[in-house]
């Protein structure tokens, strides 16, 4: 069975920093592009980064580049989106997501077949 556990979100000041983890089973990292979503309130669902399962490839939204890092730890099959820089605007609920569409990494939800449940950031003072 294949699951993806998020943790980390929490209440953070504007320009305060949170890690946030992705716990996988069921698979092994390396064998499935992974990336983060997120959804504010009132808000569609969008790509925040990906990595692509060959190594070698991550992706950002514009918005965010400089500030967001994804990265992994095969060892652990964690995976993590390091924020900095937090701003009111981030507040929403962060999801990991895994598929195998394509050959790198995607920002879109339809090339990813397995999702976490959510873990809520909030970004305010």
């Known amino acids: 069975q294949l699951q993806l556990v998020e943790s980390g979100g929490g209440l953070v000041q504007p320009g305060g920093s949170l890690r946030l983890s992705c716990a996988v089973s069921?698979?092994?990292?390396?064998?499935?592009?992974i990336a983060w979503f997120r959804q504010a309130p009132g808000k569609e669902r969008e790509g925040v980064s990906c990595?692509?399962?060959?190594?070698?490839?991550?992706n950002y939204i514009d918005s965010l580049k400089g500030r967001f890092t994804i990265s992994g730890d095969n060892a652990k099959n964690m995976v993590y989106l390091q924020m900095n820089s937090l701003k009111p605007e981030d507040t929403a609920v962060y999801y990991c997501?895994?598929?195998?569409?394509?050959?790198?990494?995607?920002?879109?939800?339809?090339?990813?077949?397995?999702w976490g449940q959510g873990t809520l950031v909030t970004v305010s003072s």
């Open positions: 069921g698979f092994t990292l390396g064998t499935y592009h």
């Open positions: 990595a692509s399962r060959s190594g070698g490839y991550t």
């Open positions: 997501a895994a598929g195998v569409v394509g050959v790198l990494c995607s920002g879109y939800q339809r090339d990813y077949d397995y």
